[in-house]
């Protein structure tokens, strides 16, 4: 690694995106600080998940550049970001399983197509990385027999399977009520303390950005309009910070509501 270990593990520089003529990244400047966990916050179509994407590579900038422990990754063809992307762990908003594979199957499909471990050394990791979830249980069941909230877990199991540096969450709590939310919320910070790695979430969701931060990046139209600690963030004097801060929360405290 080329950064001290309390640097950052990724950078962004005068990063730029559009589809189209519709810009959706406006010269991003920002530093994740190794393990920690930043928190990408914003109004609906900001580019939060647009950015994480990029942080994975999922996506190139039209513009700017991309580090990783120093390197930069926004040029490295397809076959060189493999080794990259082995390196992080992505949790998709939807958990994207595969339907017609058990969960053991599920988990254990990175491990089958990026190392040469057996078929026990395997199947021992999967139920390594289910019981960190508290879901080893579920081993043999199919995705379709799950609650929306076990879903999310055995996916985030699949997200640890190769023992990533980074682990990318785009929306972990949507569509989960406030005791699932919380269930999810526990476990990044689980994951956090005892994989001792980087956490980046994409989230709307105030009572989770609350719980889980160390470091909160807000975007607004594609640019980031303020940075700091929950703290800061909560006693930001801009008005877009403080009226998504107040709406979420209302929100949150509806669907509390809603689920009694």
């Given at each position: 690694?080329?950064?001290?270990?309390?640097?950052?593990?990724?950078?962004?520089?005068?990063?730029?995106?559009?589809?189209?003529?519709?810009?959706?990244?406006?010269?991003?400047?920002?530093?994740?600080?190794?393990?920690?966990?930043?928190?990408?916050?914003?109004?609906?179509?900001?580019?939060?998940?647009?950015?994480?994407?990029?942080?994975?590579?999922?996506?190139?900038?039209?513009?700017?550049e991309i580090y990783y422990n120093g390197q930069r990754i926004d040029q490295l063809s397809e076959k060189d970001l493999i080794q990259f992307r082995c390196q992080c762990g992505f949790l998709f908003q939807a958990g994207a399983l595969f339907d017609s594979q058990t969960v053991n199957d599920n988990v254990a499909f990175p491990l089958q197509q990026h190392t040469n471990k057996s078929e026990s050394e395997i199947e021992k990791i999967v139920l390594e990385k289910l019981d960190m979830v508290g879901l080893a249980h579920t081993a043999k069941r199919y995705p379709s027999e799950l609650s929306g909230g076990q879903q999310k877990r055995i996916a985030l199991a699949r997200a640890i399977a190769l023992s990533p540096n980074v682990i990318l969450y785009d929306e972990p709590t949507t569509g989960l009520d406030p005791v699932r939310s919380d269930i999810i919320n526990n476990l990044i910070l689980k994951l956090q303390n005892e994989l001792?790695?980087?956490?980046?979430?994409?989230?709307?969701?105030?009572?989770?950005?609350?719980?889980?931060?160390?470091?909160?990046?807000?975007?607004?139209?594609?640019?980031?309009?303020?940075?700091?600690?929950?703290?800061?963030?909560?006693?930001?004097?801009?008005?877009?910070?403080?009226?998504?801060?107040?709406?979420?929360?209302s929100a949150n405290n509806m669907e509390k509501e809603q689920s009694h």
């Open positions: 690694m080329t950064e001290t270990a309390n640097g950052s593990i990724f950078e962004c520089r005068q990063l730029n995106k559009s589809f189209d003529t519709t810009p959706v990244l406006n010269s991003i400047n920002l530093k994740v600080i190794r393990n920690r966990i930043t928190t990408i916050i914003g109004p609906s179509g900001c580019g939060k998940t647009v950015l994480l994407k990029h942080f994975m590579m999922l996506m190139r900038p039209d513009s700017g001792k790695i980087t956490s980046i979430v994409v989230t709307h969701d105030m009572n989770s950005v609350y719980r889980v931060s160390d470091h909160i990046v807000m975007l607004d139209q594609g640019s980031i309009i303020a940075e700091g600690n929950v703290d800061e963030i909560k006693k930001s004097y801009n008005d877009k910070v403080q009226h998504f801060i107040y709406s979420s929360q």
